[in-house]
């Protein structure tokens, strides 16, 4: 027993040396060499895939493909709270879903600190596009296409004015969050939304890459490559950061590209 | 209140049906589902993480084939044995 703890203590003594004999080979860098060794900082980052409806408040049928609330509100969680994890990278396929949940789930990458970065591919329609615009760059890669229509009316219906109102609040809702994260005005994003003659049976637009980023939407059209290299300059950035209190990195806006750098 | 470009009906047919088949377990650390075969194994059929690295592990991989083993006297949990090991 006493031998076991012996030696324990021996392999714990030879592994202080190593590190004492490193330190003082860095020392003797900065002294002779005037060199400085960069430490190479891996960057750790997470993908949030998100395929098919949200899913909120009702379990959709099992023909759906679901990105769930709860799976991806928690894991938002633990990759902000993570200190290994440095930045989140946002894939979106999906044609929408749950109001409430998609709204919640761009909230909360919204107000992360982390930096975050969307790619759409496929498809980003109705209750994507808020969730493509809450990181701090998007991306759209140029055969994804984005659907902006209103929001549907379902279930009992009462034929009252207030009915309309009620609906037109629920609206506002989706497009005050969009035109707060991207360079789109809430005029211009409501027109969009509002336009007829794109789609055979519904009033609304289709937006194409390109087309998703001249109407200000989305930062950029690309892929993956452009993508990661972005949330890596972010990353950069973060951490280049003095004292414990990290500022989050600001949105990119299209307009204003210069006030991304003052806070 | 859904925001689809998928039609309501489309996303609410068949509601009643295939419920059951789909569970939710923790294989390796790892939230996955897995789809109940019509013999008594289970294929994974979808890796519920954020961390990119988890999808490259081969037990991992969706379509893996795993089997019940019940250790009744060993531990209250139920253990996963892989079928389709290459």
Known sequence: MDSKVYFADRVVEKEKDKEKESENDKLNNIKELGTVEIQDRGRNIHCLTVIGQIEGHMILPPQN??????????????????????????????????????????????????????????????IGVPMAVST??????????????????????????????????????????????SSISKEGFRKLMLKTGELANDVGTVLFGQEAVDHGIINEVGGLASALNKLYKFIDKYHGQKGTQKKAIRKSKKTQPERSNKQ | MIYSVVP????????????????????????????????????????????????????????????????????????????NKD
């Open chain 1, 65 to 126: 493909k679901t990105t769930k609330y709860e799976h991806v509100i928690p894991q938002l969680v633990a990759i902000e709270e993570d200190k290994n994890i440095d930045g989140l990278l946002l894939i979106l396929n999906t044609v929408g879903g749950d109001v409430e949940a998609g709204l919640a789930i761009a909230e909360m990458i919204a107000s992360m600190s982390k930096p975050t970065v969307s790619l759409i591919l496929g498809g980003g329609h109705s």
């Open chain 1, 136 to 181: 701090n760059y998007s991306f759209i890669a140029p055969s994804a296409t984005m659907t902006i229509h209103p929001l549907r009316l379902n279930g009992m219906i009462i034929g009252v004015p207030q009915t309309y109102e009620y609906f037109d609040r629920m609206q506002e809702r989706v497009v005050d969050f969009v035109s707060k994260n």
């Open chain 2, 8 to 83: 309501y009906e489309h996303i609410f047919y068949n509601a009643e049906e295939n419920a059951s088949l789909r569970m939710e377990v923790n294989l390796h650390g790892e939230q996955v589902v897995l789809l109940k075969n019509s013999d008594s194994t289970y294929t994974i059929e979808r890796l519920l993480s954020t961390n990119p690295k988890s999808y490259l592990k081969p037990e991992l991989l969706p379509g893996t084939l795993l089997m019940t083993v019940s250790s009744v006297k060993e531990a209250p949990g139920v253990t996963w044995e892989i079928l």
